[in-house]
């Protein structure tokens, strides 16, 4: 009997052995097949969604995930700015991390948008000015390597673009200062050539009526993407970026103009700006000077580039306003912005008194410090210094060329987003769209 009792516990113990490697088997092959469907179920959300080129493409209300991966300690190529967006280095391990991929977005109702005539060619960072019913598109990126060097014209009456003239070759290309007093174009500074070259100091002229060109005394120093406006008859240029690009510029010159030609030879110091840097709206309206948004960095020459290739750099998007005072003694800090916001010097327009902003950028993701754009429309009420989410543009995009006419807003070119669940930025674009306005 102990024999038998021998051979049940040997049989017994034989058969809790074989249960115990199938059970590990089994788990081994669940959390396999675990791994394959999960980096399957990433690969099809990953910074892949199409483009919708439809009216209403906004992302839903509702929270969706997707993966995104961890910040890399080396900057990524600037093609993930411009271009096709696409990043063709290769990385090594990453880890990943769950976030909603509408965590930028504000609630905002539809608009009835409708698409136009779009440009005649695609432009990232370039400037416009509209005088009655003609609007003047300058200059910009075509792509990363090709800039713009000419004035595409579009008449709001009949909504089709009728001209097209060319810029003077030793004028910047892209980040200009611009504005007008209703038949003059003053375009100050800016950026000379593709990549990330320096910013020229030069100033320029266009008489709108003869499409001639001419010339002012230069800036005391070059800057980039200023914010310009003219003001009881001073040309204002403040902030910017300095020679680097990056370097926020505190500095604020005016000078006197008057039909197309400077009163004075040198540009007078004025109270420097609160918070310097680029890309940001500067407004005149009911006499008052505004400053609106902007940022602190941006990308630079990478060292040694014989080509100036761009490299990234830390960026901080703010949502400052600020007003000048009656004296222009003093900067007056007037209510932010509903959300930082960048990329927007040329995206306002006024409307029954209140200043209207299209797009533009906001702060970086969190974990792979990507460019997040934006698409909501923005309403400053200029008689209760307010702001509010009045609307949603077909798309997030960054530096629109606004403009309003016969109660139509509309706006065209800059950089778009890569689809409703991907703020990031990918194709340059010059589509034009409009919607009405009741405001």
Known sequence: MAKNLHHHHQH??????????????????????????????????????????????????????????????????????????????????VAERFLSATFADLPAPDLPWEQMPSAPVPRLDGSSIQIKNLFYVLSGYGTLDYVHSHVDVFNFTDNTWCGRFDAPKDMANSHLGVASDGRYIYVISGQYGPQCRSPTARTFVLDTQTRRWSSLPPLPAPRYAPATQLWRGRLNVMGGSKENRHTPGLEHWSIAVKDGKALEKEWRTEIPIPRGGPHRACVVVNDRLFVIGGQEGDFMAKPGSPIFKCSRRKEVVYSDVYM??????????????????????????????????????????????????????????????????IGKLPYRIKTTLAGFWDGYLYFTSGQRDRGPDNPQPKMVVGEMWRAKLNL
């Open 12 to 93: 017994q113990s034989k058969n809790n052995i074989c249960t115990k490697f199938v059970f590990f088997v089994s788990f081994a092959c669940l959390v396999g097949l675990a791994c394959i469907v999960n980096v399957l179920w990433a690969s099809s959300f990953s910074f892949s969604s199409p483009y919708l080129n439809v009216v209403y493409n906004w992302v839903s209300q509702k929270p969706r995930l997707f993966v995104v991966p961890r910040a890399e300690e080396e900057e990524p190529n600037i093609a993930d700015k411009i271009g096709d967006g696409i990043l063709e280095r290769k990385t090594g391990r």
């Open 324 to 389: 000048l005072d009656a004296k222009m003694k003093k900067w007056e800090v007037l209510p932010p912005l509903p959300k930082p916001n960048s990329h927007i010097e040329c995206s306002w327009v006024i409307v029954n008194n209140s200043i209207i902003i299209t797009g533009g950028t906001t702060e970086k993701h969190p974990v792979n410090k990507r460019m997040m754009l934006v698409g909501e429309v923005f309403q400053f009420r200029l008689d209760s210094l307010t702001w509010s989410v």
